[in-house]
């Protein structure tokens, strides 16, 4: 399984997945279908199926135009979602394959939108799985409650996502840091992981699970002393409270 990054308009990433056996693909919200299209021959790729991970314009704007460029495609999104173009919906744990070795599970992940979609990917044995989380989880962060509660992205984030193996890598739709806790070591050697990697042009992503629970706040709300930075009592109340924070935060 290979998977390509493909840097879209301002702080976007579209994703690849190839199945490197019979050179089919599959695209992660091809936000600039020419773009997409240009790697696809650059690789020798067959593009069959587009999952979107939600509905909003920057992951779903392109769904139309890969539609008349690849006629035959598959565009799968949330049943949920009023995902543009959409010709197969998808309930949670719908799964899907692609070529020879991949299998693709289909999980819901609802708060930045009621039907927003992560994508959890496998290939053949030796293959790390991967995890595509559009806007719900971010490296060190979260997406925004446009259309959700903090109890479902408690869900999504600490249960859901959270319950993945831990080497899964995570791709996500933008890159994006978060701190809450200023003398966590893990986080200060991330931080300057990724400042090294801006300064060199190199993306952040993929992280790992692994890597989230150690590093995102959002994720690690279980912990008393998170509780206690924020002054909460119990872990919805506290990542509601950090995503108050950052919505405010202006730094």
Sequence with gaps: MQILHIPCL???YSYMIIDEATKEAAVVDPVEPHKILRVAQENGVDLKLVLTTHHHWDHAGG???MKQLVPDIKIFGGSLDNVQACTNKLENGDKLSLGADINILSLHTPCHTKGHISYYVTGKEGDDPAVFTGDTLF???CGKFFEGTAEQMYQ?????LGSL?????VY???EFASTVEPD???ISQKLAWADQKRKTGLPTVPSTIEEEFE???FMRVDLPEIQEKVGCKSAVEALRKIRELKDEWRG
């Design 10 to 12: 301002e702080d976007n």
């Design 63 to 65: 769904n139309e135009k």
């Design 139 to 141: 490296i060190a962060g």
């Design 156 to 160: 999504s984030l600490c249960t859901t």
């Design 165 to 169: 193996p831990k080497p899964t890598r």
């Design 172 to 174: 996500c739709g933008h």
């Design 184 to 186: 966590n070591v893990s």
């Design 215 to 217: 590093t995102n706040p």
